[in-house]
């Protein structure tokens, strides 16, 4: 059985993974009868937005445990997940992998990375491994795998395209029923709410990059 | 265009809503073309449990702010929301369900109720409009609308199927891709995690919930 990655960084849009995102290419993972391995660094989130007004609030919160709660608690500590357990790995978007898996949301192409993700990322793409990055990952993945011109999508946002061809990859535009597939580094990305206006916008993006990361797992 | 509201009762499956059952309803909802009116009470939740371990933590969180997580931002206070706003009303499960909008889990058939909430059923009820429930929270209209004899199903656990004959309505068994229709009472159910295995397994029964509650609605 196919072994699939899913990294998370956090619960909720604005301070962690995008939880539409997340749990419909889990669905489509499951019904593809693929195994999932949910993982999240444990560390703290860079904050906690208040979801119903968009402030900050005044609390901690854990990424690994927050990220429990899209797992119903089946998640791994990013740390102690190698390469050789995954044969393909997928990044929901949403703030948390901006803001907690790097800095991109406030440095933009000077980002900073999670050391433990660069580094799975980064054995994954040595060892020819799939890698599927939706919403704002595909900036985080050319963060990681910068100056390789890698094509990557992440719908029509011309800020974060500019990043990702700073960082020496190239970009692409798209609509979130689309999928973007770079074969020879086996990246595929897709904007999803990057530009969709509903979930089943994102969700047809998803459901395509799944299908593809699978075929190549 | 149909309005369908879909009540929320915190983010995470142990201390609020399920949330991989809401993701589906919204995508199953969205994809059918309906307006999703997204809803949950302005209230402490019970406890917050760390989805990680288990353990419940020493803090407080909204139930109104947790939900705004699945819904990025874009719901309602259940208390401004009334059955004239509704052509059909759908619940997540989750523990939210059984410890945020009422005490099940605790109190069994003598389960107290959010006011709010039940209003809110009970008027959906006698203006025959569907109410469709998954996972726990057949057990939660039951108490809502007792002593009125509506089929429902949890699945299979004999405990909770026994509250619900105890509290006058009537228990029928189901596995997840099932569903369980009152006809004469618009009331539509599913077990969803209550005994899936997966989430393909709970969306297959969640997706023809959907359907047959937008057939009534």
């Not at 444990?42 to 899209?70: F, K, P, W, Y």
């Not at 997928?90 to 907690?100: H, R, S, T």
């Not at 491994?129 to 939706?134: D, E, F």
């Not at 020496?168 to 973007?180: A, C, K, M, R, Y």
């Amino acid at each position: 059985m196919k072994r699939i990655g899913v990294i998370l960084s956090g619960c909720g849009v604005y301070d962690g993974a995008e939880i539409h995102e997340t749990t419909l290419t889990l669905y489509f993972l499951d019904r593809a009868g693929v195994q999932t391995i949910m993982m999240a660094p444990n560390i703290d989130q860079h904050h906690v937005i208040n979801h119903l007004t968009g402030d900050e609030m005044g609390e901690t919160r854990n990424v690994l445990v927050e990220s429990a709660r899209i797992a119903r608690g089946e998640i791994k500590d990013l740390a102690t997940v190698s390469a050789s357990d995954l044969d393909a790995v997928i990044l929901p978007g949403g703030f948390g992998a901006a803001k907690n898996l790097s800095s991109l949301a406030f440095d933009g192409p000077n980002a900073t990375l999670n050391a433990e993700m660069a580094a799975l990322l980064k054995a994954m793409h040595a060892a020819k491994k799939p890698i599927g990055a939706i919403c704002i990952t595909p900036a985080v993945v050319s963060k990681v795998l910068a100056d390789q011109g890698i094509t990557l999508t992440i719908g029509d946002d011309q800020g974060t395209a500019g990043a990702i061809q700073t960082m020496g990859n190239l970009h692409q535009e798209s609509t979130p029923d689309q999928i973007v597939i770079d074969e020879a580094n086996r990246v595929i990305s897709t904007a999803a709410y990057m530009c969709a206006s509903s979930i089943g916008e994102a969700g047809a993006g998803i459901e395509k990059l799944v299908n593809e990361v699978l075929k190549r797992a």
